[in-house]
Structure formats: structure tokens, C-alpha cells
């Protein structure tokens, strides 16, 4: 469906609007289901904890780290409680 | 090198982040030549490490995102029988296509009609729009699936 025949179809005349319109139910439909799924790939680094999240992304569904004995990625578990460590000045 | 991943690496959500651990039992490691050793004189018990190597792309992630919104040809109508090839349309204009198929972009038509219901303060119309969008977005999800419910028949049931 075109963006002209979705607004035609409301009514609309603004076509900024609708296409901002657009994109948020988009965003709603990716936050409850997952319609479009993505996956990005980072280096993880010798003694650093902290690695943002994707920018473009909207919900979680795994985290992986690959095992390189056999080169694959394993969806690994989450950790609920609170760690008593909150910061290691010395990770090695 | 790391191995076992799934048992030896656990996360913790931290606002925008996460903090990437190593699960380590016993005695602090290293490795030697290859293989991964255990420290001798280092023994710390059960504890949650820092990750203690650099691993190329090592880190992946899943997850839903904002992939090509608008794209250039119907998304929902084959190319002979392949597949249609997508372009993405960063500054999407009016000729452009919603990247859903058709039940999601009768969706969205809802929600346009719900957020125009809204400016117009008619908000009973907005709640019944939203209604509809999520039921259809429901119904396309349900699409995918396929379930099958068997009951017995009781002995005297009518056949």
C-alpha cells in the first residue's frame, strides 16, 4: 500500500504527517511483535563491560556471544539480581 | 578463546546498555598456547568476571527495528515468483510503499484514522480506531501460526 493510498483512505492531506504518522504504528507493531527482525554484531573488548544497545533497535528477542571453538553465536542467559561488584578498576 | 558460551557468558540490563560478564567457577584463568587454563594460585570461587578476551563481531544481537519503513515497489506482490527486491526510501514521499503487508497496512490505516480521530478530540472514535488496529494487528500475527485443538466425543455425543 502507498502512503498516498493510506492517506487517501483517511482522509489526510498533510503527507509529513502521515508518514510520521506511519512510523509510529510501525513502531508500535515492532515493539509487541516481532514483524521485522534484525541482528548487529560488535566486538567485545578485553576487560570492558558496557556495550550500548543498537540504536535502531526497538525490542530484545536475544543476546549471543560467539564461541570460537566452533564458530557459533549462543544465545546467552540474564542475569536478575544485583551484582555485589559494581565497578572492577583492575579486570585482569 | 572462548567456548560454551551459552553456560560461560551471562548479561545484565543496564539502561541503554548492557553489562557483558563471563561466569567463572573456581579459580581465575588464562590462556596459554591456545587452550584455556586454570590459575592455580588464584582461586576466587564462583564469580562474575569482566570479559577477559577480545572477540572479534562477538557480541550479536536480535531484536525488531526500524528496518526500511518506506520502500520503493509492493512489498506484498511477488516479482514473478521471487520475491520483490526492496529499496529503501529514506525521504519517503507520497508514491512510496509502507513495508507491511497488507493487513498490517490496513493497520495503519486505523491508526491514521485513530490519530486523526484524536485531533479532532473525538476520542470514543480514536479508542474504537485503535481497537481495530491492534485486532488486525492480532489477526496478522495469528496468520502465522497454525494450531489445531482436538476434543474428545463423548459416548453419547451426536455425530
Given at each position: 500500500m502507498t502512503v498516498?493510498?493510506?492517506?487517501?483512505?483517511?482522509?489526510?492531506k498533510e503527507t509529513t504527517l502521515a508518514v510520521?504518522?506511519?512510523?509510529?504504528?510501525?513502531?508500535?507493531?515492532?515493539?509487541?511483535?516481532?514483524?521485522?527482525?534484525?541482528?548487529?554484531?560488535?566486538?567485545?573488548?578485553?576487560g570492558t563491560r558496557d556495550y550500548p544497545f543498537p540504536a535502531n533497535m526497538i525490542k530484545l528477542k536475544s543476546i549471543s556471544v560467539k564461541d570460537t571453538t566452533d564458530s557459533k553465536y549462543k544465545k546467552i542467559r540474564r542475569i536478575v539480581h544485583e551484582p555485589v561488584m559494581t565497578e572492577?578498576?583492575?579486570?585482569? | 578463546m572462548s567456548f560454551d558460551t551459552h553456560r560461560t557468558w551471562v548479561y545484565?540490563?543496564?539502561?541503554?546498555?548492557?553489562?557483558?560478564?563471563?561466569?567463572?567457577?573456581?579459580?581465575?584463568?588464562?590462556?596459554?598456547?591456545?587452550?584455556?587454563?586454570?590459575?592455580?594460585?588464584?582461586?576466587?570461587?564462583?564469580?562474575?568476571i569482566y570479559p577477559d578476551e577480545t572477540i572479534t563481531d562477538g557480541l550479536r544481537y536480535e531484536g525488531t527495528a526500524f528496518i526500511e519503513p518506506f520502500v520503493d515497489v509492493d512489498p506484498?506482490?511477488?516479482?514473478?515468483?521471487?520475491?520483490?527486491?526492496?529499496?529503501?526510501?529514506?525521504?519517503?514521499?507520497?508514491?512510496?510503499h509502507i513495508n507491511l503487508n497488507r493487513m498490517l497496512s490496513l493497520a495503519v490505516v486505523d491508526y491514521l484514522k485513530a490519530m486523526v480521530s484524536e485531533q479532532a478530540g473525538q476520542i470514543e472514535m480514536k479508542e474504537y480506531y485503535m481497537k481495530q488496529f491492534w485486532k488486525k494487528v492480532g489477526d496478522?500475527?495469528?496468520?502465522?501460526?497454525?494450531?489445531s485443538i482436538t476434543f474428545p466425543i463423548s459416548p453419547f455425543g451426536v455425530r
Open positions: 498516498l493510498e493510506a492517506m487517501e483512505r483517511v482522509g489526510l510520521a504518522w506511519i512510523k509510529d504504528a510501525i513502531h508500535l507493531i515492532q515493539s509487541q511483535h516481532d514483524e521485522n527482525l534484525g541482528s548487529w554484531k560488535t566486538d567485545i573488548a578485553d572492577d578498576t583492575d579486570p585482569e | 545484565r540490563i543496564s539502561g541503554r546498555n548492557i553489562n557483558l560478564y563471563q561466569y567463572l567457577e573456581g579459580a581465575a584463568s588464562d590462556t596459554l598456547a591456545g587452550y584455556r587454563i586454570k590459575l592455580p594460585n588464584e582461586y576466587y570461587g564462583n564469580q562474575l506484498s506482490e511477488l516479482d514473478g515468483n521471487d520475491n520483490p527486491t526492496l529499496t529503501d526510501q529514506t525521504s519517503p514521499d507520497e508514491s512510496d496478522n500475527e495469528s496468520n502465522k501460526r497454525k494450531m
